[in-house]
């Protein structure tokens, strides 16, 4: 029989063990990963807290991958995007199921965001965290070139790859309707001298 031993710090034991915080380093706010509820915030007998049910619905959340949903519609996801047509290399008939020309319809026959739960401004306003002047990057998802220098240069290229990518949505172009991103490397989104991007990217030089 041994003689049971105090550790040296319980104090830091408990923290280690029993810690919820997230220690993996992010260029993320905490809020950006936060789903929008339609709940009072004091509870209704009979219903869940409005935390509860925020965290969740962030599980739930997090859980969903948009390449394998699409690829269990039988959908290619590097299919999407259109490409340069080349009749050099138009696959014979027998091997196309449908039709020998792909069909690629503008994106914006099917963007509608009537059930948004955001507006784009709300979604960057995320990026702003309480008592900060600076608006961090917002998680997202984007279809990009695997290949960044052919991707800039020629984005209908036969010879790019396209993936589902996790970015920080930097920015919103209301005239165009377009969000400015950057890929993140596990939540960091960082510029050439590896320092975090902030503002959109404005730095105060412009």
């Not at 914006?108 to 608006?135: A, H, M, Q, Y």
């Not at 240069?153 to 010879?159: F, N, R, V």
Request: glycine share 6%; with cysteine; proline share 10%.
């Amino acid at each position: 029989v041994t003689k049971f031993k105090m550790p040296v710090s319980l104090r830091s034991l408990l923290d280690m063990e029993a810690s919820t915080e997230v220690l993996a380093e992010s260029d993320f706010p905490v809020q950006s990963f936060k789903p929008k509820v339609q709940l009072p915030f004091e509870r209704i007998p009979g219903q869940n807290p409005r935390k509860v049910e925020v965290e969740r619905r962030r599980r739930l959340y997090l859980t969903f991958d948009i390449a394998e949903l699409l690829a269990n519609k039988g959908i290619d996801s590097n299919q999407l995007i259109p490409r340069h047509y080349d009749p050099d290399n138009m696959p014979p008939i027998e091997k196309t199921k449908d039709s020998v020309f792909p069909i690629y319809l503008p994106l914006k026959v099917f963007d509608n965001d009537e059930f948004d739960c955001r507006t784009p401004e709300e979604w960057i306003s995320l990026g702003l965290e309480p008592g900060s002047s600076d608006r961090k990057p917002v998680p997202g998802k984007a279809l990009l070139p695997t290949d960044d220098v052919l991707g800039h240069e020629d984005p209908k290229s036969q010879e790019l790859i396209y993936k589902w990518i996790d970015v920080g949505v930097l920015d919103y172009d209301k005239e165009t309707d377009l969000y400015l991103v950057h890929k993140s490397d596990k939540g960091l989104v960082r510029d050439e001298e590896g320092r975090p991007i902030l503002n959109g990217g404005v730095t105060p030089k412009g």
